[in-house]
Nanobody
């Protein structure tokens, strides 16, 4: 069984920063691509950033230059550093992780979500 625990959300003023974390635990051999998503009130879920096992990243145009995804494979943890936050970044943020288990099939998991509120 695999568990994902997200942390780091909160309330911040526009222009501020937050760092989200997503820690995986359980019977994990390795982690493949990780995605950070967000869902704002009344909007569809949006892919914010991805980071591959090798560390290659991609970002939504709306966050390029402001958000940085990173990962610590040894700790099985991925991060999303969010700088220059804007009111429109307000959303619940989710990590999505593709896990290679010690045994069994590759499966994907979602974090529980962490709320980010940016006040203008």
């Amino acid at each position: 069984q695999v568990q994902l625990v997200e942390s780091g959300g909160g309330l911040v003023q526009a222009g501020g920063s937050l760092r989200l974390s997503c820690a995986a635990s359980g019977s994990i051999f390795s982690i493949n691509t990780i995605g950070w998503y967000r869902r704002a009130p009344g909007k569809q879920r949006e892919l914010v950033a991805t980071i591959t096992r090798g560390g290659s990243t991609n970002y939504a145009d709306s966050v390029k230059g402001r958000f940085t995804a990173s990962r610590d494979n040894a700790k099985k943890t991925v991060y999303l550093q969010m700088n220059s936050l804007k009111a429109e970044d307000t959303a619940v943020y989710y990590c999505h992780v593709e896990v290679v288990p010690v045994s069994g099939r590759v499966s994907d998991y979602w974090g529980q979500g962490t709320q980010v509120i940016v006040s203008s």
